[in-house]
């Protein structure tokens, strides 16, 4: 099984979990720049850090044999801190630009304040303008209302769906994502959000189109192993190896193939 894991903070994650990423199936990784638990007080941080995983990260995913991508953007988080957020947002094209960018994001919400708005808005005029698209957050704290108001804006900007990922997604979130024509993420943790057995239900209710899975693993309680866990359980359940591929390497291959930067090849060293 060959995996493309969609979203998951190797910064945050030892060299050994790209080992056990490699021997679990996974050829490419996308890392998207996020909050880092500590507010940063200045912009050259987040610049340091955008560096890192475009290049450093990069860099340690390969000498495991996985492809590492990247995307870029001002986290919902820290859109409210005044100090860094628009110094962050003008800094920002320099790393759109970057061969290793195939995405803006995570953009979104936190806690759906007006800074957030403006911030996520100015961000989707960035990803048109460079021709990328987008991943979004939805809040871990009123998760419908931040989905209905991400799918509002989408609209409201034209921004096409089949461009846009929102994610962590859950049961109350996946229909309405999936009837306005979006990807729809979903992260899996091993105390929180969803499990294995969650997931599996999603997938038995909504099937395979425009569905992803991730570990996002990121400082807390998480499992760089979420996405491998997930392949189990859809066998358990008698999903075809073909519809299990679909979602753990074919839709998100193809959701970042429209940066038009994302590359495989079967044998990289050949």
């Given at each position: 099984?060959?995996?493309?894991?969609?979203?998951?903070?190797?910064?945050?994650?030892?060299?050994?979990?790209?080992?056990?990423?490699?021997?679990?199936?996974?050829?490419?990784?996308?890392?998207?720049?996020?909050?880092?638990?500590?507010?940063?007080?200045?912009?050259?941080?987040?610049?340091?850090?955008?560096?890192?995983?475009?290049?450093?990260?990069?860099?340690?995913?390969?000498?495991?044999?996985i492809d590492h991508y990247c995307t870029i953007a001002l986290n919902p988080k820290e859109a409210n801190d005044p100090?860094?957020?628009?110094?962050?947002?003008?800094?920002?094209?320099?790393?759109?630009?970057?061969?290793?960018?195939?995405a803006v994001g995570e953009i979104g919400f936190d806690s759906i304040t007006p800074a957030e708005d403006k911030a996520?808005?100015?961000?989707?005029?960035?990803?048109?303008?460079?021709?990328?698209?987008?991943?979004?957050?939805?809040?871990?704290?009123?998760?419908?209302?931040?989905?209905?108001?991400?799918?509002?804006?989408?609209?409201?900007?034209?921004?096409?769906?089949?461009?846009?990922?929102?994610?962590?997604?859950?049961?109350?979130?996946?229909?309405?994502?999936?009837?306005?024509?979006?990807?729809?993420?979903?992260?899996?943790?091993?105390?929180?959000?969803?499990?294995?057995?969650?997931?599996?239900?999603?997938?038995?209710?909504?099937?395979?189109?425009?569905?992803?899975?991730?570990?996002?693993?990121?400082?807390?309680?998480?499992?760089?192993?979420?996405?491998?866990?997930?392949?189990?359980?859809?066998?358990?359940?008698?999903?075809?190896?073909?519809?299990?591929?679909?979602?753990?390497?074919?839709?998100?291959?193809?959701?970042?193939?429209?940066?038009?930067?994302?590359?495989?090849?079967?044998?990289?060293?050949?």
């Amino acid at each position: 099984m060959r995996i493309l894991e969609p979203h998951i903070h190797m910064y945050s994650r030892v060299t050994d979990d790209y080992d056990s990423l490699a021997l679990a199936g996974c050829r490419i990784c996308v890392e998207p720049a996020f909050w880092l638990g500590q507010p940063r007080t200045n912009v050259a941080t987040f610049l340091d850090y955008f560096d890192a995983i475009l290049e450093f990260e990069c860099n340690r995913a390969a000498n495991h044999g996985i492809d590492h991508y990247c995307t870029i953007a001002l986290n919902p988080k820290e859109a409210n801190d005044p100090r860094v957020a628009d110094a962050v947002l003008e800094a920002l094209p320099k790393y759109l630009q970057h061969p290793r960018c195939v995405a803006v994001g995570e953009i979104g919400f936190d806690s759906i304040t007006p800074a957030e708005d403006k911030a996520f808005q100015h961000q989707v005029k960035l990803a048109a303008q460079y021709k990328l698209p987008v991943m979004v957050h939805t809040p871990h704290r009123d998760k419908r209302r931040g989905t209905e108001r991400t799918i509002a804006i989408m609209k409201e900007m034209a921004f096409p769906p089949d461009r846009c990922i929102i994610d962590h997604s859950t049961e109350e979130t996946t229909k309405s994502i999936l009837d306005a024509g979006f990807f729809a993420g979903h992260t899996v943790y091993p105390k929180t959000k969803l499990s294995p057995e969650r997931f599996a239900n999603i997938v038995d209710e909504f099937g395979y189109e425009r569905i992803l899975v991730n570990s996002s693993a990121d400082w807390g309680a998480s499992d760089a192993l979420s996405v491998p866990k997930c392949v189990l359980e859809l066998r358990r359940r008698g999903h075809t190896e073909a519809n299990i591929q679909k979602i753990v390497w074919d839709n998100p291959f193809s959701f970042y193939s429209k940066s038009g930067k994302i590359k495989f090849k079967e044998n990289p060293t050949g």
